[in-house]
């Protein structure tokens, strides 16, 4: 059977305009006067190109308009241009940094204070006009900016890969990210998978893109807009179909059809990698990642623009940031540019940027001599408030029933990754499970045991879960426990960059899908890796393993997601495992509703 789709999540993160200072803060280490030009600090040299003189937009019957992509980049030159991006908790504001690199020399400038309110990228970067044929303006917009987004090489000398993160995280509880486009790079202007479509008649365009005043200023971009002649198209898939040709670019799924199929963007479904759905008819079976849950349409673009998804998304109710692909560019003069787009994927001479980084592999064998608990760095595990929360009833398949649903994250906060091999002996159901431990020079000191992993055998899943790596209860108004959720075992995997500017992150962790993750029924043995400054999120979609409501009468209850519950694992600190969030139940049985107030200063159910 289809999955039904979750009602009510349709919450998105958004980027408001925001009014900068003309003033730019400068830190202690930065000469706040006018430098004399031979000891100045070099500033990355920031300029915005167009990849062609003209591009061909398509507008799909049924769809709600056209995806802006105009092919647009910030190149990078004398240097990378690099943003720390960070917040000392939830009751503070999120500050903006330039990072400055001269050699070992590293300095900082402070950006406005209020530029930026989350981690999606610079609001208002882009100013795009759009003119008929007839010369009328039919489209004015400014469009937010994520250095991280699909990106490539501007010259042959340029550095092989970008050393920044894949996207911009979107996660309501980040706490920390960088955001840079490489030296010699280019990163696309376009907002890729969050942007909202425009409506726009097929026929012929002009558009007008350039950086708005306030960031030419802040950053010291020329003045050079860039024109582009637009064509848009009208097509219709069923077309497609019907003459037997594939079309150019993706079309996209409508709502209707999106509602009832397993989308997995990158890791947006546990399972979703075999093409399996979930059994909606199960009521106790888990929903790992988006299961359950609808699966917003691609943008309807082509798979090398920045409207594809990544494969480090997350699995919360927010759909995946642009890639960090896919684009190779090359410069054959200084006058003109020549751009190719290449193909995704990791193989001899791949420089585009687009590598997945290949997950940790397990050992082939259980590990001997006795087992220690070396003194060496280990991880730290902490969780995030729910998000994501929302009711719904059991449907016709367990009627009467009332469900409280919500996203979860437990992540590594360092300064070791977690590493956790799981051992079969030959017949048996369950694997053992030890905990790793690493020297300063990433060479294995110790183990210890740490319970067990099971195999789930279920539709959406089938693959192997560590036991007690968190555990999801439901909190009376006296913090005295009310329910329990059913989930108990997961398949760990760096879905979420939740904080990527604490010491040892890894900016490219492996194990982001389930193919280097969980493995397969028939492994004898299975590494499951959470990574330095990433999480791993699980959303709770289906009756069975969302809070049973049912019973519990209205009023103020608290969500509590709780990281190593047993304290099996090995880690720095077992004193910021559980985070809490407040909701309040009510309405009425079949009816009933919750409300999320906000958790300091996120405002995010």
């Known amino acids: 059977m289809m999955t039904r789709p979750q009602q009510g999540r349709t919450h998105r993160l958004t980027r408001p305009s925001i009014a900068i200072a003309a003033a730019v803060a400068?830190?202690?280490?930065?000469?706040?006067?006018a430098p004399d030009a031979k000891t100045a600090e070099p500033t990355p040299k920031l300029s915005l190109i167009a990849a062609s003189t003209s591009v061909t937009l398509d507008s799909w019957k049924d769809d709600p308009g056209v995806y802006l992509d105009l092919g647009t980049y910030l190149t990078s030159e004398n240097g990378a241009f690099e943003l720390k991006v960070t917040r000392k908790s939830y009751k503070d504001p999120?500050?903006?940094?330039?990072v400055l690199r001269n050699?070992?020399?590293?300095?900082?400038?402070?950006?406005?204070?209020?530029?930026?309110?989350?981690?999606?990228?610079?609001?208002?970067?882009?100013?795009?006009?759009?003119?008929?044929?007839a010369g009328k303006t039919v489209l004015k917009q400014t469009e937010a900016f994520c250095p991280n987004n699909a990106s490539g090489r501007i010259r042959p000398d340029a550095p092989a890969q970008s050393k920044y993160p894949q996207s911009c995280p979107v996660n309501p509880f980040t706490l920390g990210s960088v955001w840079g486009v490489e030296n010699g790079w280019a990163s696309n202007t376009y907002a890729g998978y969050y942007a909202k479509p425009v409506q726009l008649a097929a026929g012929t365009y002009t558009a007008k893109i350039s950086v708005t005043k306030k960031y030419r200023d802040l950053f010291g971009i020329a003045n050079k807009p860039?024109?582009?002649?637009v064509t848009v198209r009208e097509r219709s898939w069923e077309e497609e179909e019907g003459s037997g040709s594939a079309p150019r670019s993706a079309a996209p799924q409508s709502a209707k059809s999106a509602a009832g199929t397993q989308g997995h963007a990158g890791h947006a479904g546990h399972g979703g990698h075999e093409g399996h759905q979930q059994a909606a008819d199960a009521p106790a079976a888990s929903a790992h990642a988006a299961h359950g849950a609808p699966a917003r349409p691609e943008a309807p673009a082509a798979r090398t623009t920045g409207a594809a998804p990544t494969f480090n998304v997350g699995h919360g109710p927010y759909p995946p940031a642009p890639p960090a692909l896919?684009?190779?560019?090359?410069?054959?003069?200084?006058?003109?540019?020549?751009f190719s787009a290449a193909k995704v994927g990791d193989r001899p001479g791949q420089t585009d940027g687009s590598r997945q980084a290949p997950g940790a592999k397990p050992n082939a064998k259980r590990p001997t001599g006795k087992a220690t608990v070396p003194d060496v760095p280990k991880p730290d595990l902490r969780s995030l408030p729910a998000y994501g929360i929302t009711v719904s009833d059991g449907y016709e398949d367990v009627p009467g029933k009332d469900y409280l649903a919500f996203s979860a994250n437990v992540w590594n906060a360092g300064p070791a990754k977690l590493?956790?091999?799981?051992?079969?002996?030959?017949?048996k159901e369950l694997m053992d499970a030890y905990q790793y431990f690493y020297d300063a020079k990433g060479k294995q000191v110790g183990y210890t045991p740490t319970g067990t992993m099971e195999w789930d055998p279920r539709p959406g899943h089938e693959h192997w879960h560590f036991t007690d790596f968190a555990s999801y209860r439901l909190l009376k108004a006296d913090k005295k426990e009310s329910v329990r959720s059913g989930k108990e075992a997961f398949c760990l995997a760096n879905t979420d960059a939740v904080d990527y500017t604490v010491k040892n992150a890894n900016w490219h962790p492996g194990n982001t899908d389930l193919s280097t993750a969980c493995g397969q029924e028939n492994s004898i043995s299975v590494r499951e890796v959470l990574d330095i400054g990433s999480g791993d999120t699980y959303t709770q979609d289906l009756p069975g393993q969302s809070f049973d409501i049912t019973g519990l009468p209205n009023g103020t209850y608290y969500i509590q997601v709780l990281a190593n519950?047993?304290?099996?694992?090995?880690?720095?600190?077992h004193k910021n495992n559980s985070a809490l969030r407040k909701v309040v139940l009510g309405g009425k049985k079949g009816a009933r509703t919750?409300?999320?107030?906000a958790h300091e200063l996120v405002n995010a159910n």
């Open 326 to 338: 896919p684009w190779a560019l090359k410069k054959e003069s200084l006058q003109r540019q020549a």
């Open 103 to 133: 050699g070992k020399k590293t300095t900082t400038k402070a950006l406005p204070a209020g530029l930026v309110k989350d981690f999606s990228g610079l609001p208002g970067f882009a100013q795009v006009s759009v003119t008929d044929a």
């Open 226 to 229: 860039q024109t582009v002649k």
């Open 94 to 98: 999120v500050v903006a940094t330039q």
């Open 419 to 427: 590493v956790v091999d799981g051992f079969r002996s030959p017949g």
């Open 26 to 33: 400068v830190t202690a280490g930065v000469v706040a006067a």
């Open 565 to 573: 519950p047993e304290n099996r694992l090995k880690e720095t600190n």
């Open 594 to 597: 919750v409300t999320v107030p």
